[in-house]
């Protein structure tokens, strides 16, 4: 199944929503709009992953490209509603200590 991804715009925040697997098929697709996204640097990009039920490294690749963008441009990103599987790659990694993860929507300021 190809990845889904909804793009919603809150005024200065946006909201990118990844629907399904996020790996070495798809991730380059997720990267394109994660990079389109912020080029338009809003103050905020929320990256909600709630219907996202795997990541493999390629994913992760993505999410630690696009904060680095993030940072260059003074974009807030924050990851929210991590499933489980996705949250321990990140702990595994160490990545939690690197990005700002929030358990919802609401917590990430939408």
Sequence with gaps: MALQVTIEIKGAIVVVGP???VDLNCSREFQGHLKKV??????RVIVDLA???????????TLVEAMQIARRTSTKLVLCGMQDKVRSIFEIARLDRVFTIVP???TAGA
């Design 19 to 21: 629907v399904g697997d």
């Design 51 to 61: 219907k996202v039920p795997y990541m493999d490294s390629s994913g992760v690749a």
């Design 38 to 43: 912020l080029e338009s640097r809003p103050a």
């Design 104 to 106: 919802d929507m609401a």
